[in-house]
């Protein structure tokens, strides 16, 4: 008997989620300094992190020999007010990933199944199989989510439906009136799990009230995070906005204490800094130019995206990523998102931006 045996065969089915290389590992690795890496790998915020949530993070470093808020009474409040929700609306996770691990393992089991798109974020499939149940992986449609094929594939056994809008790593966008049909279609007794967490991105133009959205469809689940645009990628902080007897639920399977007081306290104080998610904003769209503007000069074709972060054709991409790791460039292969031949990199500072455009030239120019 080896100790694997030990394990149910679905937990011994998973392959574990695999993250962006720390610059730390590739300093290691290469020799190089790690203040010479330009890590453009995990879709963080060039910007960092707003001063206030700073502030509001190192006051709560004071107090760190007490439990948390369990509740998160204060960071609930703000939500529930920004969001005109109420608090039995709202389940917070230790990263939005959190939220996702408790709506799966609160309704998905060994015969029920869960839905989403080939190329879609690995956490759906990761969440889906430690809950014992089946994956339904349904063929992207020009990388996006083919949401007519994804209403198909709904059984008599789908409890979830897992849809990224923007999609990462490829960037797409479903727009919010295709979401809004897509949700009057969707049986009534099968959760669909939107997760935004790239929503603070969006053009303006772009932009729907998927919030409003809540009332009119119990069988919504909303997730959002502090990951990204809010720049609070290492305090691990997101949420869910549900109807309540479905956030009841969810929270059934939390932990107790799986929200940090640092992360509270820093991300109450994040949600009231709309100047820096603004600047965040701004700075994100003129990356994303520059990035496109660079491929489309060199004839690199990419995935027109709506994140904080480009999907390019690399053609080799092992090799051209081993290259431009020699240039103390990490980005993230997706070879295991079903995407081989392409590489994702994040929007950076404008100068990081220049720095990968110059290493991808080299790296993709001769031998
Ligand atoms: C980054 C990301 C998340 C959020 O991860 P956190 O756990 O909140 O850091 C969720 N969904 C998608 C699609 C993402 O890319």
Redesign the pocket.
């Known amino acids: 008997m080896t100790l694997a045996g030990l394990a149910p065969d679905y937990i011994r089915a998973i392959s574990p989620y695999q993250p962006g290389k720390p610059i730390s590992e590739l300093a290691r690795e290469m020799g190089i300094a790690a203040h010479e890496i330009i890590k453009l790998a ?2 963080e915020n060039p910007l960092g992190m707003s001063p206030k949530a700073r502030q509001a993070a190192a006051v709560a470093l004071e107090d760190l020999s007490r439990y948390p808020d369990g509740n998160g009474f204060e960071l609930k409040a703000a939500l529930a007010q920004r969001y005109r929700v109420g608090h039995d609306a709202i389940v917070l ?6 939220v ?1 691990e408790m709506a799966a393992r609160a309704f998905l089991s060994r015969d029920c199944a869960a839905v989403y798109s080939q190329h ?2 690995a ?1 759906y499939p990761l969440a889906t199989r430690a809950a014992g149940a089946a994956g339904i992986e349904v063929p992207a449609r020009e990388y996006g989510h083919d949401l007519e094929a994804m209403l198909s594939a709904i059984t008599a056994h789908t409890r979830i439906v897992f849809v ?1 809008n ?4 490829t960037g797409t966008l479903a727009r919010g009136e295709q979401l809004a049909l897509f949700m009057e279609r969707v049986r009534e007794d099968v959760l669909v799990v939107l ?1 935004e ?2 929503n603070e991105y969006l053009p303006l133009p772009l932009r729907y009230n998927s919030v409003a959205w809540l009332a009119r469809f119990p069988n919504l689940v909303l ?1 959002r ?4 645009a809010y720049g609070l ?1 290492g305090l ?3 949420f869910a906005l549900a109807h309540p007897e479905v956030a009841d639920l969810m929270n059934r399977v939390r932990q107790p204490f799986n929200v940090s007081s640092v992360a509270l306290a820093a991300a109450q104080a994040a949600l009231g800094d709309d100047a820096f998610v603004a600047t965040s904003h701004e700075h994100n769209r003129r990356g994303l130019a520059q990035l496109v503007a660079g491929f489309e000069r060199m004839g690199v074709s990419y995935i027109p995206s709506y ?1 904080n972060f480009v999907t390019f054709h690399a053609g080799d991409a092992a090799r051209v990523n081993a290259r431009l790791l020699e240039q103390g460039i990490i980005v993230r292969p997706i070879a295991n998102y079903g995407l081989p031949r392409h590489l994702r990199v994040t929007v950076g500072l404008e100068t990081e931006n220049q720095r990968f455009l110059e290493a991808l030239a080299k790296a993709l120019g001769g031998h």
């Open positions: 995990s879709n996770g230790n990263g939005s990933n959190d996702l879609a974020f956490v990224a923007p999609n990462n790593p997760d967490a790239y997730t995070t502090f990951s990204k990628a691990r902080v997101g994140g």
